[in-house]
């Protein structure tokens, strides 16, 4: 079945650190790729998307890239800020798979220290 | 536009004691439902599904029942509570899923039985 398999965090950067938070991915179809975000003791927002092979989601600074050849979506941020800590998620849709759901990865806990 | 909302944000609830929890979406039709459970410190785990009014699919055995008696209404409930129920439950709606559409997330419900 499909699956998300994402670095395991915790991940402690300094402020304006570079970031990046490794997810790979494996599914039937074609599927999109999403990144959550949950600040503490919140719901989840989506923080970016790709829809296709080459494509890249980006906002509020971080970006990920599509990457079919490696089955890759990993997640970067040039400069990380103290507002930035939270989990992430990287997540799967893949309806021509078969399936209603979306498939979430564990998530990865970023603090960030001033 | 869409909009999500669950309730309460927090409940202490004795073991053996009933749950329910809700959760209403507005601005759309035909949503497809779900409810996650985030036990401390990991991930998100579906407990339920639903793609339309009285279909539920249950992902794992457990204590807790789901019910979608409107359109754009989802029930979470128990008749006995458990200390291991504890958690953080979060609610979902998608649109399309063919279109391998993104989830949208209501801001939880932190549930402590005690």
């Known amino acids: 079945g499909d699956s998300v398999t994402q670095m395991e965090g915790p991940v402690t950067l300094s402020e304006e650190a570079f970031l990046t938070i490794n997810c790979t991915y494996t599914a039937t179809g074609y599927p999109s790729l999403f990144w959550y975000v949950q600040y503490p003791g919140e719901g989840l927002q989506l923080l970016l998307k790709?829809?296709?092979?080459?494509d890249k989601g980006s906002n509020k600074g971080f970006e990920a890239t599509y990457r079919k050849e490696t089955t890759s979506f990993h997640l970067e941020k040039g400069s990380v800020q103290v507002s930035d800590s939270a989990v992430y998620f990287c997540?799967?849709?893949?309806?021509?798979?078969?399936?209603?759901?979306?498939?979430f990865g564990k998530g990865t806990k970023l603090t960030v220290n001033p | 536009s869409q909009t999500i909302h669950q309730w309460p944000a927090t409940l202490v609830q004795p073991v053996g004691s009933p749950l329910s929890l809700e959760c209403t979406v507005e601005?759309?039709?035909?949503?497809?439902l779900y409810w996650y459970r985030q036990a401390a410190g990991r991930g998100l785990q579906l407990l339920f599904y639903s793609v339309g009014i009285g279909q539920i699919s249950s992902e794992v055995p457990q204590n807790l029942s789901a019910s979608r008696p409107q359109d754009r209404q989802f029930i979470l409930s128990s008749k006995k509570l458990l200390l291991s129920d504890s958690g953080f439950y979060l609610c979902?709606?998608?649109?399309?899923?063919?279109?391998?559409?993104?989830?949208?997330f209501g801001q939880g419900t932190r549930l402590t039985v005690v």
């Open positions: 601005g759309t039709s035909n949503p497809n």
């Open positions: 979902a709606w998608r649109g399309d899923t063919f279109m391998n559409t993104e989830a949208f």
């Open positions: 997540a799967l849709s893949d309806a021509q798979g078969g399936s209603e759901k979306l498939v």
């Open positions: 790709a829809t296709k092979a080459d």
